[in-house]
């Protein structure tokens, strides 16, 4: 499994406002390990994917979501995943 970690720099009040716009044009089956972050000075999003090349497959077609929505440029860290867990149990591969 693939992880990464996008950050946007903004008001998080706007920002919140732009990505529930951008969520709601993703189907939720695909959404298999998605947590959004309000911080202080933007929002973090930790985002799942089966694998690298999956995530790459699908990044053009979000960032041009991502830009309809109005969210701006994030920077993007890429990590394995080594473990997940939801509710205590663990995420299957």
Do not use: K, N
Not at 33 to 40: E, F, P, S
Not at 69 to 89: K, R, S, Y
Request: proline content about 9%; glycine content about 8%; hydrophobic content about 40%.
């Amino acid at each position: 499994m693939h992880g990464s970690i996008w950050r946007f720099q903004g008001s998080p009040d706007d920002l919140a406002g732009r990505y529930d716009a951008l969520v709601a044009q993703i189907p939720r089956a695909s959404l298999r390990l998605h947590v959004c972050l309000r911080g202080t000075d933007g929002l973090v999003v930790f985002d799942t994917c089966p694998s690298l090349e999956d995530f790459e497959a699908t990044e053009p077609m979000l960032r041009s979501a991502m830009t309809g929505a109005g969210l701006p440029e994030p920077t993007v860290e890429h990590h394995p995943v080594h473990a997940a867990f939801i509710h205590g149990a663990p995420l299957a591969e």
